[in-house]
């Protein structure tokens, strides 16, 4: 039996991942953990998908509502979802199969900003959590928890779920013990306090989760990695878009407007954040922090050289290397990265003062610096926001990325109207593509939109978009925000007629 | 000569208010006091647009660039857009000459979240704040000043400029001395530190504005009234809408999810926010606090009978009846009334951890739960968004309003898909119009649009809604948010068109 569990009256609940998954009900709410592919549960999710496969071949309904941290992988949101086990789903994902029953409306989906689920949980209007199956590195002799490779909600859960089902990987390094800053401090108002960080490397938690070990009905072991995100060297599309952002921060440094250390750093996820921080690490910016909510393979490489001083997050989220790499040293990234429930991690309090740079991809901005972050052409969900809208909102400088184009071309990233808002056009500080970056900060809708045809647009495009904005100018109701507005969306409906945004 | 006076420095620089505007030159930024219509200056902004309209006679460029609080008056937008002076405007407006010219593309505008501004400024992107023009209800022997009936960002542009005038209006009562409540501890990151305020009545700052007297270059005294806000009775709509609300508050009671005292109250401008006071004031609820903007009629009249305990604001919004009440009771009204500066009063800090319920009056609503706040047919500006993102976006609960239909019924405010996005489904708790309550908490868009057509949606509209939706469900590229996108803006356009929403 797995030296990781080290509470006598635990260790006498182990079990097989089916006789776990039988403690879980139809129609009730599961909590599990999980963040950007990390920290998931790796075995319950399956034999629950079975189970719940074997209840409808027998005619029997059995879904569930599932809430997480964030995105998990294909062996849990992919298999509950191929299995029609789940009913309802928050706060995020990420999946194939689920995103394509979302978008056939098998699934309801509440797409959150990540910083406010647990609140709204915890307010009870969700109704009663029965249970959290929750990933953790290790069981202590006192009962207390040694998180996993995420933090996410996993605290939250297993404060209000009935009953806890724990799953401890092996496969994840011992020495994560340590890195975790748990805050017991939470509360709903009128009871809450300052959250007292200052600086991204202020801890005001604890390392370990408190569980009362009678509410764990199972415990479950696995050795299994956490999703892996493939590594991809960087287009040129994502050199360029971190070339523009580098340059950016030059020019503020210059003006006197960031200092040397510039501000603690938030990045998404995927190519183009690694390739902003590859740049970061080959420019002269040295000893920044990141406030952040994920952990990527570029923020690893920056710890490494030193043009990271430290990273607070609530997950990692590895290429297979990179997740080697950090498995074979944690205890020497223990002491730069702190890893924070959320609620903490996105919290706009701590967002607004600490005056985080905002970085996150997007689907499309228009003119005015409107963004969508998750619809496609209006009605598809991808992913979610995610923490996008709580980074944001309160940051000190708001910065989104795409490319101009995609689809080899069919469409355009910059539109007269986007077709879905995440972030309005108060929220949205600088916009970049690979043809260049539109500092929208002081500038009125109209001042924006000659800045983003100009700056941003793919030159495919630009006459087209000059086109609708000069007609807008001369034919729009009124002359703030100039539109025409039976033709603002038609760019997204000539997509769907004919596959391209191009005028034929 | 005036006795509100009493730094004989400063008395000393008394002058007429034409000698005064001749400080400011053409092109610079200046800032000015005042917010929803109280506590701006009376008699400098006036001379100013005579200055400006002379020099335009001559055939000389003169306009300027104007940062606020908030709303003003005719006296002063007003006759400053009149006279073309106008190139730049932040953070909002609501005078009818100013709206016009923007709308006609003659005014450059940056509507802004009003807790954003005061940040943006200090950290140098609109360039330097050249004069500041500041009313004050007295100037105290050390030189320091007492505010008038509000602070808004009065603090910061006393800071920022070079120079500063003031106006003393004796007009406003002495005793709104040791009401005011300014802090000095904001700083620009990586600078910052926690705001400590854990109740609304908690204060963290002084009464007066530090100002070094060696900058103010011209004092002019004034005895003028604030822009009034006419009190008219509640209209039906108004009152269906708060009855529903206070029903609500009941029903949250009921359930545990708010206390008896509830959770402080953001309370938007206008006759339904006063509607919703006065439905409380006939409530069983007492003891109430309200951590808003602005104090309206029927805030007062909730002090007045103990529904609310106290209140904190940045401004008072009153009618002329009540701003005499209110100058005649000043005293009595001082322990219960605390104004701070905007970015306290709108801290994303402060409206998070107090666990806001913000109520905001709305343009319109789509059947997803999106808000626009601002643009009239998606391009026309109204007013603006002032605080109700900062307030939305962080409260406990937001609660947007509107009665269903406007224009005699020939729009819906609940539409397809909104023409203009200032709140996103992500922010938006609540829809309230004199129809109904949608408590569009824990739903999903699908579940949100079957809450919103049924409750909310004016019985005129309803069947074309469910027409719209019924399609969409049909012929939608993705069933997450279903949509027509060719058609999602075409009650709009048909409104251009042909004077109504209502389909032929």
């Known amino acids: 039996m797995s030296t990781r569990i080290h509470h006598p009256g635990l260790r006498a609940k182990v079990m097989s991942a089916e006789q776990a998954a039988a403690f879980i009900q139809p129609g009730t709410t599961v909590g599990m953990s999980g963040f950007t592919g990390s920290g998931y549960p790796k075995a319950v999710p399956a034999a629950l998908a079975e189970r719940i496969t074997a209840a409808h071949a027998r005619g029997e309904q059995f879904q569930i509502n599932l809430h997480t941290g964030a995105s998990t992988s294909t062996e849990m949101d992919g298999a509950l979802a191929e299995a029609g086990g789940i009913a309802?789903?928050?706060?995020?994902?990420?999946?194939?199969?689920?995103?394509?029953?979302?978008?056939?409306?098998?699934?309801?989906?509440?797409?959150?900003?990540?910083?406010?689920?647990?609140?709204?949980?915890?307010?009870?209007?969700?109704?009663?959590?029965?249970?959290?199956?929750?990933?953790?590195?290790?069981?202590?002799?006192?009962?207390?928890?040694?998180?996993?490779?995420?933090?996410?909600?996993?605290?939250?859960?297993?404060?209000?779920?009935?009953?806890?089902?724990?799953?401890?990987?092996?496969?994840?390094?011992?020495?994560?013990?340590?890195?975790?800053?748990?805050?017991?401090?939470?509360?709903?108002?009128?009871?809450?306090?300052?959250?007292?960080?200052?600086?991204?490397?202020?801890?005001?938690?604890?390392?370990?989760?408190?569980?009362?070990?009678?509410?764990?009905?199972a415990v479950v072991e696995t050795h299994g990695p956490d999703r892996n995100s493939p590594f991809k060297p960087a287009d040129d599309a994502s050199i360029a878009i971190a070339q523009h952002l580098v340059e950016f921060f030059e020019h503020e440094v210059a003006q006197g407007r960031y200092d040397e250390r510039l501000l603690p750093l938030q990045s998404g996820v995927g190519n183009i954040a690694n390739a902003v921080m590859a740049e970061l690490v080959k420019s002269r910016f040295t000893g920044l922090t990141a406030f952040t909510e994920v952990v990527q393979d570029g923020m690893l490489d920056a710890l490494d050289s030193g043009t990271l001083a430290m990273a607070s997050a609530t997950a990692f989220s590895l290429s297979t290397e990179s997740a080697e790499r950090f498995n074979a040293n944690a205890a020497k990234y223990r002491d730069k990265l702190i890893?924070?429930?959320?609620?903490?991690?996105?919290?706009?309090?701590?967002?607004?003062?600490?005056?985080?740079?905002?970085?996150?991809?997007?689907?499309?901005?228009?003119?005015?610096?409107?963004?969508?972050?998750?619809?496609?052409?209006?009605?598809?969900?991808?992913?979610?926001?995610?923490?996008?809208?709580?980074?944001?909102?309160?940051?000190?400088?708001?910065?989104?990325?795409?490319?101009?184009?995609?689809?080899?071309?069919?469409?355009?990233?910059?539109?007269?109207?986007?077709?879905?808002?995440?972030?309005?056009?108060?929220?949205?500080?600088?916009?970049?593509?690979?043809?260049?970056?539109?500092?929208?900060?002081?500038?009125?809708?109209?001042?924006?939109?000659?800045?983003?045809?100009?700056?941003?647009?793919?030159?495919?495009?630009?006459?087209?978009?000059?086109?609708?904005?000069?007609?807008?100018?001369?034919?729009?109701?009124?002359?703030?925000?100039?539109?025409?507005?039976?033709?603002?969306?038609?760019?997204?409906?000539?997509?769907?007629?004919?596959?391209?945004?191009?005028?034929?």
């Open 88 to 217: 309802l789903r928050t706060p995020f994902q990420s999946d194939p199969t689920m995103r394509k029953k979302i978008n056939a409306g098998e699934i309801e989906y509440i797409d959150t900003h990540l910083s406010h689920l647990a609140q709204t949980v915890w307010n009870g209007f969700y109704g009663p959590m029965r249970t959290a199956v929750i990933e953790v590195s290790a069981i202590r002799e006192d009962g207390t928890l040694v998180p996993s490779s995420s933090v996410g909600n996993n605290k939250s859960w297993l404060d209000l779920a009935d009953q806890v089902i724990l799953e401890v990987n092996s496969w994840q390094s011992e020495d994560l013990e340590g890195m975790h800053d748990v805050y017991y401090g939470t509360a709903l108002p009128p009871h809450r306090k300052p959250v007292l960080v200052n600086s991204p490397s202020d801890r005001i938690g604890q390392p370990y989760f408190e569980c009362d070990p009678e509410k764990v009905v």
């Open 339 to 504: 890893l924070r429930t959320q609620e903490i991690s996105n919290h706009p309090e701590l967002v607004r003062r600490l005056g985080i740079l905002a970085m996150n991809g997007m689907i499309e901005a228009d003119l005015y610096g409107n963004v969508n972050s998750t619809h496609l052409m209006g009605t598809k969900m991808m992913n979610g926001l995610g923490g996008s809208g709580d980074f944001a909102r309160n940051a000190f400088t708001s910065f989104f990325l795409t490319p101009s184009i995609a689809k080899g071309g069919d469409i355009s990233c910059i539109v007269p109207m986007v077709s879905h808002v995440d972030h309005t056009e108060h929220d949205v500080h600088v916009v970049v593509t690979e043809q260049g970056l539109a500092d929208l900060r002081g500038l009125s809708p109209k001042q924006r939109a000659r800045k983003i045809i100009d700056t941003c647009a793919h030159p495919d495009y630009r006459d087209q978009l000059e086109d609708y904005y000069q007609r807008a100018l001369a034919g729009s109701g009124g002359l703030h925000t100039p539109h025409l507005i039976g033709e603002a969306l038609s760019w997204h409906q000539r997509f769907l007629d004919t596959g391209t945004m191009k005028q034929g």
